[in-house]
């Protein structure tokens, strides 16, 4: 029987367990396409799963990992063949599918990207989820009809993946970015990606008012509660919040008047079951729109056997910008 190196999480009698171990080819789930992973990456989201914060996982034995960047193996599917560069992000992985800190994996066709000209697989994983996700709540906040010219836009968690590729896409679109972050020590971090402007996460982190001064046409928030109630009551008259994240919270304690009074909108993001056209749009301008070399500058490399020690570092605010997981 042919086996593999994956992260696997047990569940245990309290909480889960998680382990580097080798992970049974029988064991893999259905799926048409089989993917041999060469790089992943480090999200909140696997923090959570890696250190049993929270009921991430939702079936055991589970292999940890929610993103996944490698060559195509085997395939049934129409629409890939082996030798395939390809991109997996969400869709359960690592929740209720076996994910990607693991050296194979076998997934549905249809959730895959293709790698476009450009990135190679190293940078699909230095973009990852949050990155991806960042550039969806760009994409949310285009469509609403921001532009550079609307006004100034805040981002929150900045030093983290999100906040870090929100920045630096944002800025090279021509925006005057504000950055709020809680650690003052990485300001000028966040100002060599691009934020024209870093504030104090403390500014908006008291009770928030229906109504406050406003600051900003539009916002990426990946902290969620208080927080993302603060910037909705100091958004401008028909500005827009795209909200991606939960960092602080799940609560939202705000009021209609941000609504109802100003016109302003707050934008769902949702990155797990993005539909595949959007994710398609999202990587192509991924491609476009993020400075390689800031990416480069942004990202730390680890070994999977790394993986699990970072899980509490993450969740602890303790990681800068983006984390890539070599798996071969």
Known sequence: MATFKAIRIDKADKGTTAALTQFDDTELMDGDVTVRVEWSTLNYKDGLALTGKAPVVRRFPM?????FAGTIEQSSHPDWKAGDKVVCNGWGMGETHLGA??????VKGDWLV??????????????????????????????????PKSGPV????????????????LSKLGYHVIASTGRATEADYLKSLGAAEVIDRAELSGPAKALAKERWAGGVDSVGSTTLANLLSM??????IAAC??????DLPSSVAPFILRGVCLLGIDSVMCPIELRRVAWRRLASDLDKAKLADITHEIAIGDVI????????????????????
């Open 154 to 169: 805040v981002v929150t968690g900045a030093a983290g993946g999100v906040g870090s590729v929100a920045i630096a896409v």
């Open 114 to 147: 293709r790698l476009p000209d450009g990135i190679s697989a190293r940078d699909a994983m230095a973009v990852g989820t949050a990155g991806y996700t960042a550039m969806l709540s760009v994409l949310a906040l285009e469509k609403h009809g921001l532009t």
């Open 63 to 67: 292999i940890a990992g929610i993103d």
């Open 245 to 250: 994240g939960l960092a602080a919270g799940m």
């Open 101 to 106: 800190y693991a050296e194979r994996a076998r």
């Open 235 to 240: 958004t401008r008259y028909g500005g827009a």
């Open 309 to 328: 020690g970072y899980g509490p570092k993450i969740l602890d605010g303790q990681v800068r910008g983006r984390i890539v997981v070599k798996i071969v």
